[in-house]
Structures are given as C-alpha cells and as structure tokens.
C-alpha cells in the first residue's frame, strides 16, 4: 500500500527566501503525486501534479517540484515566498493499483514579513 | 461544468442528533472520497466510492458512521447520533479515476454542541 510523509509539520521561512516543503512516499507501482494548498478556512486547490510525464513539474503561483524515483521524494519549492503563501501544503499519492488517494498530514508555511 | 459541490457549508446539531452531508461530484467523475479535518489536524481519510459501491472504508470509525453514493443523486455521508469529537469539517472530493487528480468540494463545517 501507498503512503506518504511530509517531514515538517511547520516551516518558516522570510518574505523573498526559498521555500522547499519535504515529502517522501512509498508505493509500490508507479505513483502519482500531488501537492494542494488550502488556505485558512478554504477548500483545497491543486497545485501541480506528476503523473510519469517530466519529472519536474511547474504549478500554479509560482511552485515547482521534482519527483526523485531514487529517493522516493517530491518536494516542493519556490525560489521567493510571498506573504500570501502563507497555507497549509498537503502531498498526495496514488497509484495504478489503488485507486485511493492518500494525503499527507500537512506543512504549515508561515511567511515573516 | 460546477465544481465538486457540498452542502450544507455549515452545520450544527446538538449531541445525539443525526447529521447528513451531501457531496455532488463534478460531471463524469464516477470516484468520491471523504476526508475528515480536525482542528489543526491533516486530512484524514475516511470513504473511498464508486457509483453504488463501497471501494474502501478503512478510515471510518465502524460505528455510527455511514457512506453512500447511489446510482442518481448526491454522496451522503451520515452521522448518527453525533457527539462533540465528530465536529470537524468533512471534505468531499472527486476524481475521473485514481490517477488523475483530485477535486475537492469548500467543505461542511459540522459542529455539536
């Protein structure tokens, strides 16, 4: 079965810097990955997603991830946070033989002015 | 096309009262899933639908709890007499398949008091 972790409950990072949120997964055929964003007191919006095409995948806003077969990771990065960044970040897996999709349990990403 | 669609958006009931939350997928998507958010907690899974089947219940407690996804209408996630731990807000999402991505509906905000 699939499984994900997200390795930082809480990230911190200044208005400007980089940002990179961690997540590893397990599977066991070929995954897919997501990564969403939910704002305070939002719904969930797709960010971008790696479904075996090129392993670097842009998203929206900004935020970009690679998928590392070698190290089972997909960490999510942008080169310069801005203040509106400031969310819950969830990384999602599925795959071929399970249908069902499985999150993380969220990195919150505080931006300090 | 409408988006993923969930109401009510709010709900309240007093302890021991049942609680229905009505999730209509977008058009042509035949998967549903919920989730259950805690307070400062990830999301957690709960049911995985098809059209008139049960794919996977391992994330919902065996009491009290009860998932449909009939063959015409909405997904309904019932609540029997609930009690204070179940206030949480419960996401429904949908997908054309398990490889593809993820629509999420704004969410019911369930409280008991």
């Known amino acids: 079965a699939q499984s994900v972790t997200q390795l930082d409950s809480h990230v911190s990072v200044s208005e400007g810097t980089p940002v990179l949120l961690r997540c590893n997964y397990s599977?066991?055929?070929?995954?897919?990955l997501f990564w969403y964003v939910q704002h305070p007191n939002k719904g969930l919006q797709l960010l971008l997603k790696?479904?075996?095409?090129?392993?670097l995948v842009k998203g929206i806003n900004g935020f970009e991830a690679e998928f590392k077969k070698s190290e089972t990771s997909f960490h999510l990065t942008k080169p310069s946070a801005h203040m509106s960044d400031a969310a819950e970040y969830f990384c999602?897996?599925?795959?071929?033989?399970?249908?069902?999709?499985?999150f993380g349990k969220g990195t919150r990403l505080h931006i300090l002015p | 096309n409408a988006g993923v669609m969930q109401n009510p958006r709010h709900l309240v009931r007093r302890r021991g009262q049942e609680a229905r939350l009505r999730c209509s997928p977008m058009k042509g998507h035949s998967h549903v899933y919920w989730y259950r958010q805690l307070p400062e907690e990830g999301l957690k899974f709960m049911v995985y639908l098809q059209k008139e089947n049960i794919i996977d219940e391992s994330g919902m407690p065996k009491e009290r709890f009860s998932a449909e996804f009939p063959k015409e209408g909405p997904s309904i996630l019932r609540i029997q007499q609930v009690v204070r731990g179940d206030s949480a807000a419960y996401f429904c999402?949908?997908?054309?398949?398990?490889?593809?991505?993820?629509?999420f509906g704004q969410g019911t905000r369930l409280t008991v008091v």
């Open positions: 999402a949908s997908s054309v398949s398990g490889r593809t991505e993820a629509f």
């Open positions: 790696y479904t075996s095409a090129a392993t």
């Open positions: 599977s066991s055929y070929s995954p897919s």
């Open positions: 999602v897996v599925s795959d071929l033989r399970d249908d069902k999709i499985i």
